[in-house]
C-alpha cells in the first residue's frame, strides 16, 4: 500500500514539475508566484554546491531586471558583504570582483569566495554601471552576526571622521571587550559562565546612542554610510549577546542568530524604501530559508528567517528551497580543517531527495502551494542538510531532519546530480580562521 502511494505522488510530481533546461521560461511559474512579493528566499541543501548558487544567481538576475528588485541579502558578515556593497556600487578603490571578495577570509571563505559568486557580483557590478542614479543601483548586504570586532572597528572608524567626542564615548564603551584579547571565543566562554562581568549595558548604550543619532544626524552623515555604521552596533550589541549565550544550547544561539538576520533583513527594507518600496532577494540554507514550524527544528524550539519573514509579511514573502540526490560537495571535515571536494551519498531510501530522483528528471522546478501536490507532500519525510562541515560516516544522525515540504517551503527547485563549487583559493587556503571572531555558522555549521 505504501508503495502504491509513494508511485502515486511521484506521478503527481512528474506532471507538476517543470523541468529545467536552461530556456527562458524554465522559471515562469515560479515568477508567477512570486507575482508582487516583496522578499524573495532562496535556499540552499549545502553550502558548496555549483549548481545551487548558479541557479539562485540566474533566478535573481531575473528578479533584478524583470522584477525590479534592489537588494541581494546573503547568509554572511555584514562587514564582508558591506566591500562588496561597494564595489558593485562602484564606490571602492577595489579593481576587480576578486578582490573585493577578499573580506571573506576567515572559514569557511569558500562560501562566497568562489567563481559562482565572482560571475554573480560582475555581473551585478556591470549591470549598476549602466545606471545613473545611485538609488536605483542593487546593492549586496550580509544579513550575519559573527563580526564582533570588524563591526566595532567599523564604529569607531565612522564616529572617528564624523564626530570625535563620540568615538572617544565609543571607544570607552568598547573597551570592555580589551580584556578578552579581541577573541570572541574567549568572551564567550568565560562571561558564559561567570568568570568575568559582560560588556552588555555597553554595547546596548552605543546602539542607543548611534539610534538617536540616526534620527538627527547632520546632512553630510545621512545616507547609506551612516545606516551601515549604525547596523555595526547593531550587530556588536546582538552579537554580544550571541557568544553570551552560545554555551546555554544550540536552540538560544540559534535563535538569537536568526533573530538578528530577520531584524537586519527589516533595517535594509527601511532604509531601502525611504525612496521606493523595496525588493529584496535572501540567499541563505535550506535551514534558515525554510518555516521552522513545518519541521523537527520547530519541534524543539527553534525559529527561522523564513518563518520569521513570512509571519511578518504573509505572502509577501515566498521561501524557495533547493535539493539534490547525489554529487560532489566541497566542505570540511571538521571545523577549521581544510575544505575538501566530497562526495555527496546517495539520498536516503525514505527521504524527499529520494522521492524527487525517482520522478527521473534531472533537474526541475515544483511550485507547492496549489493541490494536488500540497496534500501528498505534507506528510513528514526526511531532508538533508549539509553544512560547511559534511560527515558521509554519520549521514543519518548528521545530515537529516524531518519535515514537510509544503509547508516549509512555497516551491522547490530539484539537482539531481550536482557538482562541488570551485572556490577562488586553493583548498587548502580557504580553511583559514583567523583570530578573534568565530568561523561564519558556528556552531551548527548551516
Not at 52 to 78: K, P, S
Not at 90 to 104: H, T
Not at 149 to 166: C, E, K, M, Q
Request: net charge negative.
Amino acid at each position: 500500500m505504501a508503495d502504491v502511494a509513494a508511485a502515486t505522488l511521484r506521478d503527481v510530481i512528474t506532471r507538476s514539475a517543470q523541468a529545467l533546461r536552461g530556456a527562458a521560461d524554465d522559471y515562469a511559474p515560479l515568477f508567477e508566484l512570486i507575482h508582487n512579493a516583496r522578499f524573495v528566499l532562496l535556499g540552499e541543501a549545502t553550502h558548496g554546491t555549483h549548481e545551487f548558487y548558479a541557479e539562485r544567481a540566474r533566478i535573481t538576475r531575473i528578479l533584478i531586471e524583470r522584477f525590479g528588485f534592489n537588494a541581494v541579502a546573503v547568509e554572511a558578515d555584514w562587514p564582508d558583504a558591506y566591500r562588496v556593497n561597494r564595489y558593485v556600487r562602484g564606490a571602492s578603490d577595489d579593481p576587480d570582483g576578486r578582490e573585493a571578495l577578499r573580506g571573506f577570509a576567515r572559514f569557511p571563505a569558500w562560501m562566497w569566495r568562489n567563481n559562482d559568486v565572482l560571475a554573480f557580483v560582475e555581473w551585478l557590478r556591470d549591470r549598476n554601471d549602466g545606471i545613473r542614479d545611485a538609488s536605483r543601483k542593487v546593492g549586496f548586504y550580509g544579513l550575519d552576526l559573527y563580526s564582533l570586532y570588524t563591526s566595532i572597528d567599523a564604529v569607531l572608524r565612522y564616529l572617528g571622521r564624523v564626530d570625535p567626542s563620540a568615538a572617544r564615548r565609543a571607544r570607552d564603551r568598547y573597551a570592555c571587550f580589551d580584556h578578552f584579547d579581541r577573541d570572541a571565543e574567549r568572551y564567550a566562554y568565560t562571561t558564559a559562565f561567570g568568570a568575568a562581568p559582560s560588556c552588555e549595558d555597553e554595547v546596548i548604550a552605543e546602539l542607543s546612542e548611534m539610534q538617536r543619532r540616526a534620527a538627527t544626524a547632520i546632512a553630510h552623515e545621512a545616507g547609506d554610510e551612516h545606516f551601515y555604521a549604525v547596523q555595526n552596533a547593531r550587530i556588536v550589541k546582538n552579537a554580544e549577546e550571541y557568544y553570551r549565550t552560545m554555551f546555554r544550547g544550540r536552540v538560544s544561539s540559534w535563535n538569537l542568530r536568526d533573530s538578528h538576520m530577520a531584524e537586519t533583513l527589516q533595517a535594509l527594507d527601511a532604509h531601502l524604501s525611504r525612496a521606493a518600496l523595496s525588493r529584496i532577494v535572501v540567499w541563505e540554507h535550506n535551514s534558515h530559508v525554510g518555516d521552522a514550524r513545518a519541521t523537527d527544528m520547530g519541534a524543539r524550539g527553534e525559529w527561522s528567517l523564513g518563518q520569521l519573514v513570512r509571519e511578518r509579511h504573509g505572502e509577501d514573502a515566498v521561501l524557495v528551497g533547493f535539493t539534490t540526490h547525489r554529487g560532489t560537495v566541497i566542505a570540511a571535515s571538521d571545523w577549521g580543517s581544510p575544505a575538501e571536494r566530497k562526495r555527496i551519498r546517495a539520498a536516503l531510501p525514505d527521504s524527499y531527495e529520494a522521492l524527487f530522483h525517482d520522478v527521473g528528471v534531472e533537474r526541475f522546478l515544483l511550485t507547492l502551494r496549489a493541490d494536488p501536490i500540497t496534500h501528498g507532500l505534507r506528510v513528514d519525510r526526511l531532508e538533508r542538510a549539509i553544512g560547511v562541515v559534511y560527515l558521509p560516516e554519520t549521514e543519518r544522525t548528521s545530515h537529516y531532519f524531518t519535515a514537510a515540504l509544503t509547508r516549509q517551503f512555497d516551491a522547490v527547485v530539484h539537482c539531481d546530480e550536482t557538482s562541488a563549487l570551485e572556490p577562488l583559493d586553493p583548498l587548502w587556503e580557504a580553511a583559514a580562521v583567523e583570530p578573534g571572531e568565530l568561523p561564519e555558522a558556528y556552531p551548527s555549521g548551516l
